[in-house]
């Protein structure tokens, strides 16, 4: 469907574009959370269609729409992940000798991973949480490729422990 690219417009289908977000969530899909993603959307889609640099839309279909809120996701998903292997303030203020391993041990497999290129990373990280199936219908990328990028990150970890003793 293609509408107008002005914010009334495409409000107009609010309730279509949150049924979107809540499918992207998933199991952790609630109405508060679906219109969170919607309302972060719109601002994206506010900027986008006021910024002067780009070239002005001369439309705004379902698909656009529907690809800024998986992008949203996607970024917002990578970002939490980012910030828990990062976020030390928790770990620092219980800390028992144990901790003080366990510690060290976090930051240096962040301080590795970060050494990993952007894809083989995610596809790693999120090989954890979900099946290759749902992430070949995510992303898009046919599972062979997926194998291929989580086995090329972990052998870049195994190398990287590996040149360290």
């Known amino acids: 469907?293609?509408?107008n690219p002005n914010l009334q417009d495409i409000s107009k289908e609010h309730d279509r574009f949150v049924l979107m977000?809540?499918?992207l969530l998933g199991a952790a899909a609630n109405d508060d959370k679906a219109n969170e993603m919607?309302?972060?959307m719109y601002i994206k889609l506010h900027e986008r269609l006021s910024?002067?640099?780009q070239p002005q839309l001369q439309f705004v279909s379902t698909?656009?729409?529907f690809r800024m809120l998986r992008n949203h996701l996607y970024n917002s998903t990578a970002k939490k992940?980012?910030?828990y292997l990062q976020d030390d303030d928790y770990w620092s203020s219980t800390q028992t000798y144990e901790d003080n391993e366990l510690l060290e041990w976090r930051q240096d497999i962040s301080?590795?991973?970060d050494?990993?290129?952007y894809l083989e990373r995610e596809v790693l990280l999120r090989h954890q949480e979900q099946s290759q199936r749902s992430l070949q219908r995510e992303t898009g990328v046919c599972r062979d490729r997926l194998r291929m990028y989580k086995n090329r990150a972990l052998d870049k970890l195994k190398e990287m422990y590996n040149d360290d003793v």
């Open 51 to 53: 910024d002067q640099s």
């Open 111 to 113: 301080a590795k991973l």
């Open 63 to 65: 698909g656009y729409i």
């Open 21 to 23: 977000a809540k499918k």
């Open 115 to 117: 050494e990993i290129p």
């Open 1 to 3: 469907m293609k509408m």
């Open 38 to 40: 919607v309302q972060e």
């Open 81 to 83: 992940q980012y910030e």
